[in-house]
C-alpha cells in the first residue's frame, strides 16, 4: 500500500500558531520534507523543530536558484520546474515504499507555497491531504492591529513583482489590500501606492509573529533593509478616506467642473489621442465600464468608478453629479464615445434640469470602424452606414427595416454588436438580408481584437460568410457592388458610382 501525502502548513512563523492537525501529523510522520535556499537554514524547519521525532527520514529540497539569474537553458522557469521534478520524483519514490510523507510548508501551503508544485505532480497519483496552515498577512494584520476589510468590502492579494501600472490599477480598485513578495521590488511597490492614492495608509510588517517582527508606515521604511518576509497591509478603511461622495445636485456651493467624454479607441494605448491622454492627466475621477476604465493609467489624486456594462445613464448620472459637485471628471469609452458609446448616454442623462450647468465636452477617438477599415484597406472610401444588431434599445423589426434600405441603396454597411451570448440569430438573419439585393460574391471583412494581440482580419464573401463564427469581438464590414480586392488581398471601395 502507497503512503500518503501531507501538505502541513505551518503559520507565519511562531511555532505556538501550529495547528493540533499539523503537530500530530509532524510527529507521526515517516518522512519530514522541506524547502529551503541555498546554502541557508529551512525557516520551516526551524518553525518545527520541536515537533519533528528523532530518527525520522529527512529530505531536504533545495532551491537550484533563488532569483532569474541561471544558466539553465529554459531560464529561471526551466530551471525550478526540472527542482520540482526532482523533488516530486523523491517523494514519490517514499510514497511508493508505504512511507507517509509529511512536506512542511510555511504560513499555509497553498497560498504562494512551493508545495504546490509537489502537489500538482503527486496528487494524481497517491492519496493526498492538505492542512491548513495561519497565513502571513492574518500575523501581519494582527500585529499592527488594523482591521483589513469590513462587510462587503473586496480583498485582494497581490504580488508585488507586478508591473508599477499594473499593481497601481488593482490597487485603486480594490478595497483592502494585502501586497506580498517585497525585498528587491519595494521600491516600485512605494510607487503603485503613491499612484493609486494608498500610500499614506499603507502599513509594514516584517517577519510578522517572530521574535524579531515589527510593523511600520511604509513611507519610514528604509526600502534597502527590506527582507523577503515581509509584506504590506492596506487597510479597506482608508478608500472611505479618499473620496465623498458628491452632495445632491442643486446644494453645492462648489463652482460645476467641466464633463469630458473620451474615446480611448478600440486597442492599444498608441491609438489614444494626444488630446485624451492629456485630459485624462488632469481629471480626479474617471467613469465607466471597467474594462475600458482599467486601460486608464492609475496616478495619484485619481479616483476609478468602475461599473457594468449595461448601466449607461446611471453611470452618467454619477459623474454629472461629480462634475456638479466641482470634481473634474471624465467618462470613457472605447473607441470613439460618440460612436455607440457613452456621449448619447451623458446627453440624455443631462436632459435633466438638474444638470443644466454642467458644461459637456466630447474628445474623438479611433472608433472600430476606422481601424477594422484601415487594417482591410479603404473598404469604407465611399458611402456608408454603421448599424448596431443590438437590439437592446431597439426591437429587432427596426434593426431589419434599416438593413433592408442600406441594402437596397447600395451602401457600404459597418455592424457593431453582431452577436453575443444571448444573440445568436441577427447575424444569420443579416446575410439573410444583404443577399436579397446583393451578389453572393459582395466582398465582407470581418475584424476581430483589431489592435489587440489577438488580432484577425479575415477578407471573405457574403456567400460563404458563416455567422456561426462571428461574437461581440467581432466588426463586420459588408461592401457595396461596387467593393473591390486587390491582388495583395486588400479591400477598398471607389469614391465614384459606376
Not at 483589513?148 to 499593481?167: A, F, H, K, S
Not at 511600520?216 to 482608508?238: C, E, K, N, Q, T
Request: charged share 20%; proline share 7%.
Amino acid at each position: 500500500m502507497s503512503g500518503r501525502l501531507w501538505g502541513v502548513g505551518l503559520g507565519p512563523g511562531d511555532p505556538e500558531l501550529i495547528t493540533r492537525k499539523a503537530a500530530r501529523l509532524i510527529q507521526a510522520a515517516d518522512v519530514i520534507a522541506y524547502h529551503q535556499g541555498p546554502g541557508k537554514r529551512s525557516n520551516a524547519r526551524r518553525i518545527a523543530d520541536e515537533l519533528i521525532p528523532a530518527g525520522v527520514t529527512e529530505e531536504v529540497l533545495e532551491y537550484p536558484v533563488t532569483t532569474g539569474a541561471t544558466e539553465h537553458p529554459g531560464g529561471y522557469a526551466g530551471a525550478m520546474a526540472d527542482f520540482y521534478e526532482d523533488c516530486a520524483a523523491r517523494l514519490a519514490t517514499h510514497l511508493e515504499a508505504g512511507r507517509d510523507v509529511v512536506v512542511l510548508a510555511e504560513g499555509d501551503p497553498l497560498f504562494y507555497g512551493s508545495y504546490m508544485y509537489v502537489h500538482d505532480r503527486l496528487s494524481d497519483r497517491f492519496a493526498t491531504e492538505v492542512v491548513p496552515g495561519v497565513p502571513a498577512f492574518a500575523a501581519a494584520t494582527a500585529l499592527a492591529a488594523t482591521p483589513l476589510v469590513r462587510q462587503t468590502d473586496v480583498l485582494t492579494v497581490l504580488p508585488g513583482t507586478l508591473p508599477t501600472p499594473e499593481l497601481a490599477r488593482r490597487l485603486a480598485d480594490t478595497d483592502g489590500a494585502i501586497i506580498m513578495k517585497l525585498g528587491r521590488t519595494f521600491g516600485s511597490v512605494v510607487e503603485a501606492l503613491r499612484q493609486a492614492g494608498r500610500l499614506d495608509d499603507a502599513l509594514y510588517v516584517e517577519r510578522a509573529s517572530m521574535p524579531e517582527q515589527r510593523w511600520l508606515p511604509v513611507r519610514d521604511v528604509d526600502p534597502s533593509a527590506v527582507p523577503y518576509f515581509s509584506l504590506i497591509v492596506v487597510p479597506g478603511d482608508s478608500v472611505g478616506a479618499r473620496y465623498d461622495a458628491p452632495a445632491p445636485v442643486g446644494t453645492s456651493s462648489v463652482p460645476t467642473a467641466e464633463l469630458l467624454v473620451v474615446g480611448l479607441g478600440p486597442g492599444p494605448d498608441r491609438w489614444i489621442t494626444p488630446e485624451v491622454t492629456s485630459a485624462l492627466s488632469e481629471v480626479g475621477h474617471v467613469v465607466g465600464y471597467g474594462p475600458y476604465v482599467e486601460r486608464v493609467p492609475q496616478r495619484e489624486g485619481l479616483t476609478r468608478h468602475v461599473s457594468g456594462n449595461t448601466v449607461e445613464v446611471d453611470r452618467a448620472r454619477l459623474a454629472l453629479d461629480l462634475a456638479a459637485s466641482g470634481e473634474r471628471v471624465a467618462v470613457v469609452s472605447g473607441g470613439d464615445a460618440g460612436v455607440f458609446g457613452m456621449a448619447s448616454a451623458v446627453f440624455e442623462a443631462a436632459e435633466d434640469p438638474a444638470y443644466a450647468d454642467v458644461p459637456i465636452r466630447v474628445l474623438p477617438g479611433v472608433s472600430a470602424v476606422q481601424a477594422v477599415a484601415a487594417r482591410a484597406g479603404a473598404p469604407v472610401g465611399a458611402d456608408f452606414a454603421v448599424v448596431s444588431l443590438s437590439d437592446r434599445l431597439k426591437p429587432w423589426d427596426v434593426v431589419a427595416e434599416r438593413l433592408d434600405h442600406i441594402a437596397r441603396a447600395d451602401l457600404v454597411l459597418a455592424v457593431y454588436n453582431p452577436a453575443s451570448r444571448s444573440r445568436m440569430t441577427q447575424v444569420s438573419e443579416l446575410r439573410d438580408i444583404m443577399l436579397r439585393h446583393r451578389a453572393p460574391e459582395t466582398v465582407v471583412v470581418v475584424g476581430r481584437d483589431v489592435g489587440r494581440a489577438e488580432e484577425s482580419l479575415t477578407v471573405t464573401t457574403l456567400g460563404d460568410f458563416d455567422p456561426t463564427t462571428i461574437d461581440m469581438k467581432c466588426l463586420v464590414i459588408v461592401g457595396a457592388s461596387g467593393t473591390r480586392v486587390t491582388e495583395a488581398g486588400q479591400v477598398w471601395s471607389p469614391r465614384f458610382v459606376r
